[in-house]
């Protein structure tokens, strides 16, 4: 069995030895660079700012092309790429329009244990909750349908999707628990 602290001077020797790239995840910081990868060698950083995220992938690029004997992309051809990576990267902005009973049906599902919306119909009328929530409190025929509207919105935005046979049960989806959270971050400022 080999050490770990000599499994750690193996990878220094061939980093050493070999020209190398670092890049570095979203969230992921410089400081948390540990072992025998140099954190002070320039990196790439996947969520750093735009134009030198834009520098260092060109570098790499060309690195690549030089070490592989590679043929050049043009260059707006390589732009457009670049650009379409990037993008991806980014964070999703959420600059819908979204009603209020939406966001507050959305928000309470979120909080909720199990992240789910409950539409149920009975003969004395409509129920929707989330968690503990009952949002209708009487049966009027505009509230009813104000709450349903809601409930469609975010099905046809993909922030929560109808779980089992009967689309009774609405589940938050990734989306959705993104869309709260930037709701709330933007809300906060």
Known sequence: MIA???LNEMGATWILQTNYTSILLPSFEFRKIDGAINPR??????DGAQDDLKE??????????AEFGLPNLP????EKKRDAFIAELQPRSFEVKISSKAIELLSAACKSSNGEIIKSRYLSGTSISAGRTEFIHSQDRQEVAEWEAAL?????????????AKGEIYE??????????????VSDT
């Open 4 to 6: 770990p602290a000599c």
């Open 41 to 46: 060698k320039i990196a790439i950083k996947l």
């Open 56 to 65: 260092k992938l060109g570098q790499l690029k060309d690195n690549l092309i």
């Open 75 to 78: 260059s707006t051809r390589w």
């Open 152 to 164: 469609k919105e975010l099905r046809a935005l993909g922030l929560v999707e109808a779980m089992g």
């Open 172 to 185: 938050v989806t990734k989306a959705g628990y993104d869309f709260i959270e930037n709701y709330n971050a």
